[in-house]
Every structure is written in C-alpha cells, then in structure tokens.
C-alpha cells in the first residue's frame, strides 16, 4: 500500500466553479501536510501547509486535515484559468526529513 | 537570489553512459533533496541530505549516488545510466527539521532520456 494515495483526475471545471481535491494516507506519524501546484513543464510550487489536524485558509484556497480519517483536502473557490495545473499533496512526520507525496491531479479549468 | 538552480535542463544519454546532475541553493537551507517524477507515480525520493556533510538513501537508490559539496550543492550522478531512468529530476531544498519549517523549494527540473 502506498503511503499517500491521490487521485489522478484529470477534473475539468468551468470558471467559477468550487474545486476539490484530495488525499488519503495511512501513516498515523504524519503531522505535517501541504498541498503544491505544479505547471507544465515546472518544477512544484508550495502553495499552503497545516500543522496536524484543523483548517486553513488563504485566500481562495482552504486546505483541510482529517487526522481521524486520514484524509486531507484541498478547496479552490471561484476558480480560475491560471489555477490549470497538477496539484500534488505532500506529508511528512513531525521530527522528519522525508516528504511523501502523492502522484498529483490534473486540473484544467475551462474559461 | 535564484533559489534552486539545476543544470542541465535537458540531456539524452546512452544506455551505460554517466552523467552527473547539479544542484544549487542561495537560501542557505541545510537541507537538500533529490526526486525523480515519472507518469503516474509522483514524485519519489531518490537521496536528500538532511545537512552538510551526510546524505540518506530515500525510496528510489538504486543507480545512483549523490555528494553534498558544501552547504549550497548537492549532485546526483548515473554511473551506468538505463532506459528505466529516463524521467524528470527536481532537486529541492529546505531550511531544516520540518518543526522549523516544512516548506521545499523546487527547482525548475532535468529531463533526462536514455535509449
């Protein structure tokens, strides 16, 4: 079993739309979670983290934790064309130096 | 400031061919990183180096090995390079221990092919 699981997509959206990605994982040692975007042809971008379990929000973007789940999201309200890439999710333990990531989704968001 | 430079951008090798890949950060992070990406698999560790002066073996070792230079440079080298290393290759960097912060700064990729 894969440590992070991730679903590839590929999801198409029209502009405006609320989108919602997610991962799942089975380490219970993991405590840090981000959540990076990725362009074509680019190397990965961060674009929130959160510590443990909660909510966090920035602008458009809210990423959430579900430790009991082990489940992880992240929303995008009013999206946007330029939001058209690969978002990857990422864990990693508290005291750690070993990101595990998930295979991305590709998202593409339609004017 | 660059952040994460790595060259080359592109390269082709043939099989049993060497080469090393390189990697450099301005941010004067202690940490640096070595991933490959390939369809449908993400991004898995090749090697990282947690600080100067000692590297660790991640997911995806075999058939490579890696030299922490100094704080700003960390090289992957192929020794004998097969078709099944052909993929992108981001280095990355981070400040330290994840407590301190768990952000990776990536660089803008190698694609390497070997036939």
């Known amino acids: 079993q894969k440590e992070v699981e991730q679903d590839p997509g590929p999801l198409s959206v029209p502009e405006g739309a609320i989108v919602s990605l997610n991962c799942t994982y089975s380490n219970s040692a993991f405590q840090y979670f981000m959540w990076y975007r990725q362009y074509s042809r680019k190397g990965p971008e961060l674009l929130m983290y959160t510590y443990s379990s909660g909510n966090k929000e920035d602008g458009r973007f809210t990423a959430q934790v579900d430790k009991s789940s082990k489940y992880i999201s992240l929303f995008i309200r009013d999206s946007q064309p330029s939001d058209s890439a690969t978002y990857l999710c990422?864990?990693?333990?508290?005291?750690?130096?070993?990101?595990?990531f998930g295979t991305g989704t590709s998202l593409t968001v339609i004017p | 400031n660059a952040g994460v430079t790595q060259t080359p951008k592109f390269q082709v090798l043939k099989t049993g061919q060497s080469m090393t890949l390189q990697c450099a950060q301005d941010?004067?992070?202690?940490?640096m990183y070595w991933y490959r990406q390939d369809p449908g698999m993400g991004l898995r560790l090749i090697y990282y180096?947690?600080?100067?002066?000692?590297?660790d073996k991640g997911e995806v070792p075999n058939g490579y090995n890696v030299s922490r230079l100094n704080k700003r440079e960390f090289s992957l080298r192929l020794e004998s390079a097969a078709p099944s290393q052909t993929s992108v290759y981001f280095c990355?960097?981070?400040?330290?221990?994840?407590?301190?912060?768990?952000?990776?700064?990536f660089g803008p990729g190698t694609r390497l092919t070997v036939t």
């Open positions: 941010m004067n992070h202690n940490s």
């Open positions: 990422a864990m990693s333990a508290n005291t750690g130096n070993q990101f595990y």
């Open positions: 990355a960097s981070k400040r330290g221990r994840s407590y301190l912060s768990p952000e990776q700064y």
């Open positions: 180096s947690a600080s100067e002066g000692t590297t």
